[in-house]
């Protein structure tokens, strides 16, 4: 079963399971795994969504031998990162870590906590899946691509840098978003010749923000997926040049990303959209995992790129709903 919400929509909605069509697809971060659920999309009302209430204590799945990372180590770590992207001259390296909450004593409410999320996250996909013993839950602004099926009209949006709402942007963060917009903008322009580019502004979520250029083009709609498949991963989820970070951030990171980081594609009549998951977790009857990460340039500084994780980490954190 799956549920989600559009931005800035009140309808929750799922799919009906009812007929072969493809609605919408998790795929990995290294597109190596993917999870479809099929029929067409409908809409659901809050009482009937609220009648089959699951808690966390209902998945099939324990988490088992799982190590967190400590502040310590990440510390260390994202230092070394920093040598390194010195060292390489990038603009910018993604690095991601995982949260650990443990639900042995407690258990969360998912349904209510997806409802917390739509309310706390108005401008935000929000989803919530459970399929083949995987629970998902996630909300995020961060539209990897949309097509107007009507118009051929494709939009896309770069979205990076991470800092609480009421601060004041440095040139650490102008400096890791700039290389997003100009990936995303020499992409377009390979398969457009009406490209627009809006000017930079700042994107809230919740107790953050982001900086965030939108872009339009219009596309042949036999190149969406190649477009998409160029565009993914961004440098906002990995860093650039792509496969040299990549292949760094599989040096760095001890853990598979799973769908952190990777893509949602939910097709309807009017429309195709491609959604980042970010600020998401998947759960497990006796845990949680958060997934959450940063953009690491040679001024990061290690204790606020700490920070910064643990602000996103908030984003799930604070909307659980705990029976």
Known sequence: MIYFRFPFSDQILTT????????VGFVSFDTNEIIDFNGNIKEVSLG???ENTINSDALSSQLIGFKE????????????????????????????????????????????????LCKAYPNAFVYFFIKDGKCWMGAFSEVL???????????????????????????????????????IKNILKEYSTEVTQSET??????????????FKAKIKREDLEKIISELHPTPAVCGFPKEFCRNAIAEFEDHPRRFYAGYIKVET??????????????????????????????????????????????AILKNLSYN
Not at 86 to 100: D, F, P, Y
Not at 162 to 182: F, H, R
Not at 201 to 214: A, E, F, M, N, Q
């Open 145 to 183: 691509g949309k097509l107007n099926k009507k118009t051929s009209e494709f939009e896309t949006m770069s979205l990076a840098g991470t800092i609480p709402v009421d601060e004041v942007w440095t040139s650490k963060e102008i400096e890791e978003q700039q290389p997003v917009t100009d990936y």
């Open 69 to 116: 990372e400590k502040e310590i180590d990440y510390l260390s770590k994202i230092q070394q990162v920093i040598n390194f992207v010195k060292e390489n001259q990038l603009s910018k390296l993604v690095i991601s870590r995982r949260e650990l909450l443990n639900l042995e004593i407690q258990k969360v409410n998912l349904s209510q906590t997806f409802l917390n």
């Open 269 to 314: 009549d009017e429309t195709i959209q491609y959604f980042v998951n970010l600020r998401c977790a998947e759960f497990f009857q006796n845990a949680a995992v958060l997934y959450v990460g940063g953009g690491i340039t040679a001024d990061s500084s290690p204790e606020k790129e700490w920070r910064e994780t643990e602000l996103k980490a908030g």
């Open 16 to 23: 009906d399971e009812i007929s072969a069509q493809k609605s």
């Open 48 to 50: 009937e969504f609220l």
């Open 201 to 214: 502004y700042d994107h809230p979520s919740g107790t953050i923000k982001h900086l965030r250029t939108d």
